[in-house]
């Protein structure tokens, strides 16, 4: 009895049939924000995690998210262009000008801190209105989501198998370097469309494939995973056309695998919970890391490795907490993630909210098509 109890405050007895697409989320945000962390504490002469390290936790968050994104974007296809565009084309769009322009005043505002490496300088206002055709490497992510969406509905009338092909070639090319845009924004909607493709195209399909997730198939995923990641470090194969697709395809196959487990772990219930806010603390993380690491950068700190490591997870962890706190301040200014009702208004219809892409909770039957959406935004109302 005591054993049974124990076993029950530890697991969840019964989670619903998507409760993984938040902790899958949660893990990647977590992943983002520790890829961030360590890029600008290197910058500021901190030497953390070693690359070998930190290269298997690279194939999986931005993939995964696309993949999730795409997979409550399956009816895209049947929509009118006008309800396209306003239903998901126009929130997406207002919030990359939006937060680009806010992400432009932060940097013109506080001094002494660096929002770009390598590119435009984040005060260049000639960057800011370029970013139509030149995305900041901050917020590439909604960009590609709009450019991603409209792909969808271009293609509609294409064989899923001839989109998914052309897409699978372009991510191949782009990732092993073989074509550059010399901007990170482009390179990723080049890498990363195939998976938000899939998502759309194969999401019934998907959803049943992960209902049906077994032990003996996680760790089928997990082996694949190792050895992939062994050729991409060991071989030198992420310069082969594939290689780095293949180890994405690999580490979300497992990542997703291992979050229908995970995902019972009442321990774990913190990861759900900021899968579900993923979006706004994608918005938020940058900020706090880029003026922790300008401070650093002026103490002109000398630390060992391992004091590295452990400062990056510290920062890691303060960059989350206080996002996931501006994320609950800022829950009533609608507008930080929701266009005016008047933009999206149609024929006396209320505002559509944001995208199904935001973050949020996981959805329910006759709910949003995606994410739950912002507090204080109304759902969308489309179902998968």
């Keep these: 009895m005591t054993t049974e109890s124990a076993r029950r405050r530890l697991i969840e007895p019964e989670t619903g049939k998507r409760a993984w697409v938040d902790f899958a989320k949660g893990a990647a945000i977590v992943m983002v924000v520790y890829y961030h962390t360590a890029l600008y504490l290197q910058a500021a002469g901190i030497q953390g995690t070693p690359w070998l390290v930190k290269a298997p936790l690279e194939l999986f968050p931005m993939p995964a998210f696309f993949l999730i994104a795409g997979l409550f974007g399956n009816r895209l296809g049947t929509w009118a262009f006008a309800d396209l565009w306003r239903r998901r084309l126009l929130p997406l769009l207002y919030l990359y000008v939006l937060w680009s322009v806010l992400r432009f005043a932060f940097y013109l505002v506080v001094p002494g801190v660096n929002g770009e490496l390598g590119e435009f300088p984040a005060t260049n206002p000639i960057g800011l209105l370029l970013i139509a055709v030149w995305p900041s490497s901050s917020y590439w992510f909604i960009y590609a989501l709009f450019l991603f969406t409209l792909g969808v509905w271009l293609l509609r009338r294409v064989p899923p198998a001839v989109q998914v092909a052309a897409a699978a070639v372009l991510s191949a090319f782009v990732t092993s370097g073989i074509l550059d845009a010399n901007n990170v924004g482009w390179n990723r909607v080049g890498g990363l469309f195939v998976f938000f493709l899939v998502g759309a195209l194969y999401s019934k399909r998907l959803f049943e494939l992960v209902n049906r997730v077994r032990p003996w198939m996680l760790a089928t995923a997990f082996a694949v995973f190792v050895a992939v990641v062994a050729g991409l470090i060991l071989f030198g194969l992420r310069a082969v056309p594939g290689g780095v697709l293949l180890g994405q395809v690999a580490a979300v196959a497992f990542g997703i695998m291992a979050s229908t487990y995970l995902v019972r772990l009442r321990p774990l219930r913190f990861v759900s919970t900021l899968g579900a806010t993923s979006l706004q603390i994608y918005l938020f993380h940058l900020y706090v890391i880029v003026v922790i690491a300008a401070i650093v950068a002026a103490l002109g700190l000398e630390v060992p490795r391992w004091v590295g490591i452990c400062l990056q997870l510290v920062v890691m962890t303060i960059a989350i907490i206080v996002s ?21 208004r149609r024929r006396g219809v209320g505002v559509a909210g944001t995208a199904t892409y935001r973050a949020g909770r996981t959805p329910r039957a006759g709910r949003s098509g995606g994410p739950a959406p912002v507090p204080g935004a109304q759902p969308t109302g489309e179902t998968p």
Excluded: G, Q
């Design 324 to 344: 996931f706190l501006l994320t609950r301040l800022t829950s009533r200014a609608r507008w930080l993630y929701v266009p005016p009702t008047w933009m999206t």
